[in-house]
């Protein structure tokens, strides 16, 4: 009997650490959250791996009840001189992971223009 009772804790105990360590990784995964620059990192690779156009600039950028929402500039089109490239602006949206679950692009334009402002409600 007493081996049976040895076994079991020895069973027991080698079983327990492993639930232990994967709660404890789980638990320190929900813990942590990202940082604004890791999702801005994050943003910018997986559209550049999704379109193949590399992200030039980040124009905005906010945390939402999805997660995270940002607008990111890209060359679509080089041009001589380079001030008649056509530039895109994507909408990209990330889980609160960081990762991808949406784009769209909103505007295209030249890179040398800039946007028209209205005044007065023309």
């Known amino acids: 009997m007493a081996n049976t009772r040895n076994t ?3 069973q027991d105990s080698r079983n ?3 639930r232990t360590e994967k709660d404890t990784e789980e638990n320190m995964a929900d813990d942590r959250r990202l940082n604004p620059m890791e999702v801005l990192r994050n943003a910018r690779t997986q559209l550049a791996e999704l379109t193949g156009m590399a992200a030039e600039n980040v124009s ?3 945390q939402t009840e999805d997660g995270w929402s940002l607008e990111i500039e890209v060359l ?3 041009r001589v001189p380079d001030t008649m490239s056509l530039m895109a602006s ?3 949206d990330l889980d609160p992971d960081g990762q991808l679950t949406g784009y769209r692009r909103v505007r295209r334009y030249e ?3 800039a946007d028209a402002h209205r005044q007065g409600g023309r």
């Open 8 to 10: 079991s804790e020895s």
């Open 16 to 18: 327990s650490p492993k």
């Open 60 to 62: 905005s950028f906010e």
């Open 76 to 78: 679509e089109l080089s």
């Open 90 to 92: 994507y909408q990209v």
């Open 111 to 113: 890179r040398g223009r």
